[in-house]
């Protein structure tokens, strides 16, 4: 796997790859640190039963790639790092696997900063920083922003709404068919948002009580058929990212995509023309879920919750001018939003 590692293709120019490994806690588990132009590499750590370490390579390179560009549109000193451990969450995430994980995490000198991820809680956060300072998302308790992920969900319904603007000329969402995949941290945040609004809302998850749940604190209905095909106007992916690629490009019939998942488009080049050439509009998923960084980073920063919120809600005037931009410049949004966040990495080099 290593062999191959400089010329894979997610490569993109990593400054560091690190493989971590403990015999007696099974710890097997990847930190990619993409670039430190602007500030120390932030990113959470997911854990997740990938299918091979292959997965996983490709999982954290794109990810950690992705925290590069989110931090530098949103504005934020830092650069982009991310983390995967290999297996289950529920069945083989142990203290001892986690005290031994913020033991590499801490020999990278605070070069990488971790968070939480798909698989992770706030208490994970906790535990980690009983060993290292450079952890954040750690709870109110311990001196934390806590946990993230409503954040994140209100930066995305803000990037939602900015793509309602640009497509329908009214942000508001009141009586759209919303479409929310994945209701979990983030997802039944989302959900709250977008009921309060007034926007029908339809739920999807592989999770069945869950589904339930929010179902019933939140008026929301569950839907069973095929997310790529549904008859909504927006589609909010909040599982997991490549939800849009050649098997679905063809079957959207939403007006917008707009969510929290992380890397989305399977393919950011193709699937963004594809989307662009069908006339849906996308919301690039590093510019509307970077709430999540941005309460976390308020933790490095030590401001409080009023400007987080200004931060997050800042996101709407982003989404906007991105959206515009990738009209005027007839690139994707994906390019435009890409184009202005590497723009800000390369002045800050310049300046070195
Ligand atoms: P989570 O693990 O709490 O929720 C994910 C949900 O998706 C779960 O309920 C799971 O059952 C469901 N799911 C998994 N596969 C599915 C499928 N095929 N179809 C439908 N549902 C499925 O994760 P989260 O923290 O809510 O994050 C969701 C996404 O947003 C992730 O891609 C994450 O990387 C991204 N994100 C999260 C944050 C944050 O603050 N938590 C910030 C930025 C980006």
Redesign the pocket.
């Known amino acids: 796997m290593t062999s191959s590692l400089f010329s894979h293709k997610d490569f993109d120019d990593h400054e560091q790859v690190v493989f971590c490994h403990d015999k007696d806690t099974g710890l097997k588990a990847i930190i990619g640190v993409h670039n430190t132009v602007l500030g120390p590499a932030l990113g959470?750590t997911?854990m997740w039963s990938y299918a091979s370490e292959t997965e996983a390579l490709t999982d954290v390179l794109r990810?950690s790639r992705g925290m590069t560009y989110?931090s530098a549109i949103t504005g934020l000193n830092l650069g982009g790092g991310k983390a995967v451990i290999i297996g289950d969450a529920k069945t083989q995430k142990t203290p001892e696997l986690m005290l031994k994980f913020a033991e590499f995490v801490h020999r990278l000198g605070g070069t990488y900063i971790t968070a939480?991820?798909?698989?992770m809680e706030t208490s994970d956060m906790d535990l980690v920083r009983t060993v290292t300072p450079y952890v954040t998302?750690i709870s109110e308790e311990m001196g934390g922003a806590g946990?993230?992920?409503p954040?994140?969900?209100y930066g995305v319904f803000m990037g939602m709404k900015a793509a309602a603007q640009y497509t329908y000329g009214s942000a508001l969402l009141e009586d759209r068919t919303v479409l929310v995949?994945?209701?979990?941290?983030?997802?039944?945040?989302l959900v709250e948002h977008l009921s309060n609004e007034g926007a029908k809302v339809l739920i999807?998850?592989?999770?069945q009580e869950?589904l339930e749940q929010v179902s019933q604190k939140y008026h929301a209905t569950i839907f069973n058929g095929d997310?790529y095909s549904a008859q909504v106007d927006i589609y909010a992916?909040?599982?997991?990212?490549a939800?849009v690629n050649d098997e679905t490009i063809n079957q959207f019939n939403a007006k917008i995509i707009a969510?929290?998942?992380?890397?989305q488009l399977a393919d950011e080049q193709k699937h963004g023309q594809l989307l662009k050439k069908r006339g849906i509009v996308y919301a690039p998923?590093f510019v509307i879920?970077?709430?999540?960084?941005i309460?976390v980073y308020a933790e490095l920063e030590h401001y409080g919750r009023a400007d987080i919120m200004r931060k997050t809600e800042n996101i709407f005037d982003t989404t906007l001018e991105i959206l515009q931009m990738s009209d005027r410049e007839g690139i994707t949004p994906h390019q435009a939003a890409f184009d202005v966040a590497q723009e800000r990495i390369d002045a800050r080099k310049v300046g070195q």
Request: glycine share 20%; with cysteine; proline share 4%.
């Open positions: 959470g997911r990810l989110k939480e991820d798909v698989g998302g946990n993230p992920s954040i994140t969900a995949q994945g209701i979990g941290h983030v997802g039944e945040s999807s998850d592989i999770n869950r997310c992916p909040c599982a997991l990212g939800t969510g929290a998942a992380n890397n998923d879920n970077a709430g999540g960084i309460n």
